[in-house]
């Protein structure tokens, strides 16, 4: 004797059939394929697997997104961290140390001649106007709000600053901070509070 089935068992029979169809070939709900991209094994580099969004694309022939990085730009007019190499054709302002008289240029590093004006204070009017050969280190160096060219040797606690009456940009990039400079100037001012002394009409010394 032949069984009959009814209309309803077929239908729930073939629903039950699309169901495990489904699951197999990765139906369900988009919530459930939609899955987090995860991170690349290590050594991948800047790589993730899975769906793919806006900031990624296909590495052809492969089933991995890459995420876009790059390299960013420095602002215009930002100086370079290494300073430029002296070439044989540049423009050279400095003067030799040779050409540059003891008696005329004393020699004295910065430390030693913020010190003096500090500490011997009735020397001071005697002082501003002279030529001096100053070496430091340098604090900072590059040009102020005005655009001028200046030098800021370390003096301790204070401060020796030196605009340049001429200096190429080449030269002024290698004044780089804690590097060792030489530069002749006159004494200009002196300013006991800030402890900053301010030397103008300087030039590079080379030699020294």
Not at 19 to 42: E, K, Q
Not at 165 to 187: C, F, H, Q, W, Y
């Amino acid at each position: 004797m032949r069984r009959k089935f009814s209309t309803a068992t077929i239908v729930l029979s073939l629903a039950a059939v699309s169901v495990a169809l489904s699951a197999a070939c990765g139906g369900g709900s988009p919530a459930a394929t939609a899955a987090a991209p995860t991170l690349a094994p290590p050594g991948a580099g800047s790589v993730m697997t899975g769906v793919g969004t806006g900031g990624q694309s296909l590495v052809p022939g492969s089933n991995v997104f890459a995420v876009a990085t790059s390299t960013p730009t420095p602002p215009s007019g930002t100086p370079t961290s290494t300073p430029p190499a002296l070439t044989l054709s540049e423009e050279q302002t400095s003067v030799l140390v040779d050409n540059l008289s003891v008696q005329e240029f004393p020699r004295i590093p910065a430390r030693d001649l913020e010190a003096t004006f500090r500490n011997e204070p009735d020397k001071v009017p005697g002082l501003l106007g002279k030529s001096f050969l100053i070496q430091g280190d340098v604090r900072d160096a590059g040009r102020d709000g005005a655009g001028k060219p200046y030098v800021t040797f370390k003096a301790g606690a204070g401060a020796v600053t030196c605009h340049f009456e001429k200096i190429s940009e080449a030269e002024l990039l290698r004044m780089t901070p804690d590097g060792r400079n030489a530069v002749t100037g006159k004494a200009a001012s002196w300013d006991p509070v800030q402890r900053l002394l301010m030397v103008e009409g300087c030039r590079l010394v080379r030699g020294y």
